[in-house]
């Protein structure tokens, strides 16, 4: 199965940038990586994927490290509403389990005021 | 506006009494799949499917029985329920090459079985 590792919480200022890291040692060469993140009551929604090189949207930014084992989801000015639960998975990318993903438990971000 | 809808949102039911939830996006997607929401345990996948009568099972399947049977549903069957399948469940879909493209999750159904 395709397992990510997160930590279980982080804390941060609003207004301040926040780093999400995520470790993925056991991805493949053509796994996509995403993240998704779910508000209190809410259903999770996505965020930002990314393959190899550096993404940014309009939610975050992706990070991802060179060997690909690694990658950090970055916003840029924390607010209140950024508080969340943050899932980084990776998609596997051949044949029948291209569509099985495995979400772990995620990263509680606490937004201080 | 493009989205995932789940009925009913919420549901208490007894153990053994068959209950169906229903998904439907109108996005056109291929993919749809069922997760189930536990404390503690974070998401799991219990069916997904990639296309019209195409299913396959995810991590958690046990107790539970999908169909595709058009393209824009994707319901969720309990045959008998039992008091483990208390829980939060969230449809998702997107568009096929999902390596390349995010899920749209629906609202959540919060299921209790007594």
């Known amino acids: 199965d395709a397992k990510t590792t997160q930590p279980n919480s982080m804390e941060s200022n609003e207004e301040e940038p926040v780093h999400l890291p995520c470790n993925h040692s056991t991805i493949s060469g053509t796994d996509y990586i995403h993240w998704y993140r779910q508000l209190p009551s809410q259903g999770p929604e996505y965020v930002i994927h990314?393959?190899?090189s550096n993404v940014n949207n309009r939610m975050a930014s992706l990070a991802i490290a060179e060997d690909r084992k690694s990658s950090t989801l970055i916003l840029h000015r924390a607010t209140l509403r950024d508080a969340a639960v943050y899932y980084c998975?990776?998609?596997?990318?051949?044949?029948?389990?291209?569509?099985?993903?495995?979400f772990g438990k995620g990263t509680l971000l606490t937004v201080n005021p | 506006e493009a989205q995932v809808t789940q009925n009913p949102r919420y549901l208490i039911t007894v153990t053994g009494k068959k209950l169906t939830v229903t998904c439907s996006q109108n996005m056109n997607h291929e993919y749809m799949s069922w997760y189930r929401q536990d404390p503690g345990l974070g998401l799991r996948q219990i069916y997904y499917s990639m296309n019209v009568e195409v299913t396959d099972k995810g991590d958690v399947p046990e107790g539970y029985k999908v169909s595709r049977k058009e393209k824009r549903n994707f319901p969720l069957i309990l045959e008998s329920p039992s008091p483990n399948q208390t829980s939060l469940y969230f449809c998702?879909?997107?568009?096929?090459?999902?390596?390349?493209?995010?899920?749209?999750f629906g609202p959540g159904t919060r299921l209790t079985v007594t």
């Open positions: 998975i990776h998609r596997p990318n051949s044949g029948g389990s291209n569509y099985k993903l495995t």
């Open positions: 998702a879909s997107s568009s096929e090459g999902e390596g390349t493209s995010g899920l749209h």
């Open positions: 990314g393959l190899t």
